[in-house]
């Protein structure tokens, strides 16, 4: 019998990838996956734990779903990593891991109830069932070489393993045929690529470029050591027409006492360099960046030393975490920082991310050129596009243009976003 399936999903692109491969397998195996939970048999809740806040939401929202009557999955980081958390949650909730998810149909079917443990899954050769028709989200590898103290997404996904490029490509391939203009790179550390298979994210990058179409590519966060161990290849792959100029590293502290607590492995020199150099070669370039405010090391002048980083590179933008203790973790067992204190400091380094994210944003004004739009904007009659650098810009037009390329020109900034009028 055909069941409808909802799924929700928490957390990153490689997160939203994993439902995406859910849907195409449980269309692939007769079942229907459905917009609104109150409309279906079955709900999947494709969990996050990289962050407390964020797990609080989840397991309120388990607890909530679990009383509906209908059966409930629980997939996702959260399942893979805190599966016996997930088991008191909801008793009777089927569980199904990171490294398990070809098992969906199984499960959704109720012919098995829990699914968990390390594995080795080509994800880059399933079926999936991409949520925006202008986006392809294509996982590269799953896990990372890190021995991060405070991450827990690690426990979520193992160490590194590469999917064969072939594969890659033919998703790529297979994307841009069906009318995707984006194709998203993801990992939890896009660097290590090939790093289990005698190749490297430069190599694959080249290879995915030379996929007939138009389309742009966007690489997802890689981590400043490797980054800086491939620089020059990978600068060159960026200069490719079909690249994004948009380089996400983290640099989560300028203070390299508080990186080696972190057991981050570079110091905040090498993320400056890195920056540096791609700005030196591809002046026009969108970096991104993460940082941890209030990690139980950090004093207040290591914190200074964080905000001087962030003065010195500029990024354009900066996704800010205040700490929060993972289970299973190092840095869980550690003092922490009294709540004031890191509010305080994330307030600080909020206010002047605005004030360089602004800045960085107004040099684009009076731009004109070709615009990707990717999705539909919040004010109806709006869409959301991205320029060559990933910059984000807001059209108002009364033309449908999801999916489609078209000239622009920027004629307003804020700290988050442009704003463009068709040419």
Known sequence: M?????IETYGCSANSSDSEIMAG???KGGHHVVAAAEDSD?????TCTVKGPTEEKIRSRIRELSGRGKRLVVSGCMAEAQTGTVQKLAPAAAIIGTHKIDRIVDVVEGNAHLAVGEGRLNKAGLPKASLNRAIS??????GCLGSCTFCITKLARGSTFSYPVGTICNSVEDAVKNGCREIWLTSQDTGTYGMDRRSSLPLLLQEVCKVEGDFFVRVGMMNPTLANHLLQPLIGAYKNGKMFKFLHIPLQSGSNKVLAAMKRGYRAETFKKIVAEFRRQLPQITIS???ICGFPAETEDDFKETLAVVEETRPDTINISRFWPRPGTAAAGMKRLPDSVVKGRSKRLASLCKKISLGNNRKW???KGRIVVDENGKVPGTFVGRNFAYKQAV?????NLLGRTTEAEIT????TWLKARLV
């Open 42 to 46: 079955v709900i999947v809740v494709n």
């Open 365 to 367: 004004l009076g731009w």
């Open 395 to 399: 059209i108002s037009t009364g033309r």
């Open 289 to 291: 960046t993460d940082i």
């Open 412 to 415: 307003g900034a804020t700290a």
């Open 137 to 142: 989200i294509v996982q590269i590898n799953e």
């Open 2 to 6: 055909a069941l409808k399936v909802f």
């Open 25 to 27: 397998l449980l269309g």
